[in-house]
């Protein structure tokens, strides 16, 4: 070296990180953009909380209407077991019976749905992978729909998180109360809908992948995990073979396709999205340095969420029980949610997650801000019987009014106050003043019946009268068009028919006696 040489240092020239890859580097700026993922995801689920009561939410509130003592009298008129209608009277005590007070408890349930998914994701994995997971969840358009629905799926799903969170616990847990509390969890969710026991046998698939090589003690906490859910299940027993001898009696769909599974396990346009992103952390998961155990886990999260969606699209493709409702398939959502975190997690940049959250978020919650049933619920009666009131207590006209239920096609019509029957539940939450004259969804020989014997004594009277009835059921054969059609055909020459308008689907139609124009509602 020339001793008068003076050293210069030279600059690196390896690029320096960008601010942007340090920012993501950072765990709280990441775990900051799932919350507000999150977040973003429950402020949806607040835009229909004011929306009137869809039809089926009515007969949520029929079956507390009459009070406490009337609910379990009432059982056998829903599908499920009434746990929910015992938690939704006690909160009418203090909340009021508002539409939006009675989608309060749905939302809460709905938040502690969240909340357990996120714990029962911990028991295996990362924090930011249970965030993930919980964020695919809370934007799940069933998952939106079902937390302001007054209706028990929210519980239902709630209990089953909570059962997925104590089968996780179990796989390194040989505590016998546990196992109990497993089971009897495992009971309560059919507690709140019977359907949601398609997720039972991927519970068992789980338990005996945990526990087959446990030995004596984890066959001790199977059995009394079976003894409590078979004691804890024998009240559901009468439930459940009043749903089994009137199977038939509950379709209201088409038979499913193959499309509405694939919809399931990734809604619309996600489903390419995902599958993109799943190859794409397949092909890069080598490059991964302690990653997930994919042999372990795998199998688990397509167990609790394939096998539930396939239980109902297989019995509903494969026979006539239709009952693949998309509120039914929320059952496997907790898992389908679980699975794609587990999959994008494999994706080889961290700064790539986080952004795949806020991007799914932000433009799920763009279309569903944009769409034009943003803040609507679902199809309500709540017009059309206002119209009907409107009009019917200018003179205290009748209306004739077609059951909503598909149930009516196989049960008699109430003989004296309709509203003391499900199958007219709308009227019990939307009030009518005069008198109701109920008929079946279907037009059916019952409708011939009741409607010649009215007709007959409203022409005696020369008497103006209304008919609503829904006309767009998804199964042709139950639509109560046909009813509409019967009664300007056969007041045709006494009567003038006029449309006060279609709301929802739901027409109401004035017939005017010839004559007596100056009485009529337009």
């Avoid at 009561?53 to 507390?64: A, H, N």
């Avoid at 499309?259 to 794409?280: S, Y």
Wanted: net charge positive; proline share 6%.
């Amino acid at each position: 070296m020339n001793p008068g040489c003076t050293l210069i240092p030279v600059e690196s020239t390896a690029p320096a990180p960008s601010r942007f890859r340090q920012s993501f580097r950072s765990s709280g700026f990441r775990y900051a953009i799932y919350a507000l993922a999150i977040a973003t995801a429950i402020l949806i689920w607040l835009l229909a909380i004011r929306s009137p009561l869809g039809m089926d939410e009515t007969g949520s509130y029929w079956q507390i209407s009459a009070g406490f003592s009337a609910i379990w009298p009432r059982q056998f008129a829903e599908l499920a077991f009434p746990a929910y209608s015992y938690i939704l009277w006690f909160f009418t005590k203090f909340l009021g019976n508002s539409e939006m007070a009675l989608r309060i408890p749905s939302l809460l349930a709905m938040l502690g749905a969240a909340w357990i998914l996120y714990r029962a994701a911990r028991e295996l994995l990362d924090a930011e992978t249970s965030l993930l997971a919980t964020a695919i969840f809370c934007i799940n358009p069933i998952v939106v729909f079902e937390a302001v629905d007054v209706r028990p799926y929210a519980f239902a799903l709630l209990a089953t998180n909570l059962a997925i969170f104590l089968l996780l616990r179990l796989r390194r847990s040989e505590s016998q109360s546990v196992a109990a509390l497993f089971g009897f969890l495992s009971a309560f969710i059919v507690y709140f809908h019977h359907l949601f026991a398609a997720v039972l046998p991927a519970f068992l698939l789980c338990f005996l992948l945990f526990k087959w090589r446990s030995g004596r003690r984890g066959w001790m906490q199977a059995g009394v995990a079976l003894a409590v859910f078979c004691v804890s299940s024998l009240p559901l027993i009468p439930g459940l073979k009043y749903l089994f001898h009137t199977a038939h009696s509950h379709v209201y769909e088409a038979a499913p396709n193959f499309i509405q599974l694939l919809w399931t396990l990734a809604p619309g346009w996600l489903f390419p999205a995902f599958v993109m992103t799943a190859l794409l952390a397949w092909a890069k998961a080598g490059a991964r340095q302690g990653g997930l155990d994919w042999r372990r886990n795998s199998l688990l999260w397509a167990s609790l969420g394939l096998i539930p969606v396939l239980i109902l699209f297989g019995i509903s493709r494969g026979t006539s029980i239709h009952m693949f409702a998309i509120r039914h398939r929320l059952v496997a959502v907790p898992g389908i949610s679980l699975a794609w975190a587990v999959v994008i997690s494999y994706l080889p940049w961290r700064w790539a997650r986080p952004l795949f959250c806020a991007g799914l978020v932000a433009i799920s919650a763009a279309y569903m801000l944009t769409s034009r049933n943003a803040g609507v619920h679902a199809f309500t009666w709540k017009y059309a019987l206002q119209t009907a009131e409107k009009s019917a207590v200018v003179d205290h006209a009748p209306i004739v009014m077609c059951s909503p239920f598909v149930e009516s096609d196989y049960a008699a019509m109430p003989v004296s106050d309709p509203t003391q029957s499900l199958l007219f539940a709308p009227i019990t939450y939307y009030k009518l003043s005069e008198r109701v004259i109920p008929l079946p969804a279907k037009f059916s020989s019952e409708t011939t019946r009741v409607g010649s014997e009215f007709l007959r004594t409203a022409a005696r009277k020369h008497e103006r009268f209304l008919v609503v009835a829904y006309t767009g059921y998804p199964v042709s054969a139950n639509t109560s068009f046909s009813t509409i059609d019967w009664f300007e055909k056969n007041t045709r020459g006494d009567y003038d028919a006029h449309w006060l308008g279609v709301f929802d689907e739901i027409g109401v139609v004035e017939f005017v006696p010839r004559g007596a124009a100056g009485k009529a509602s337009h």
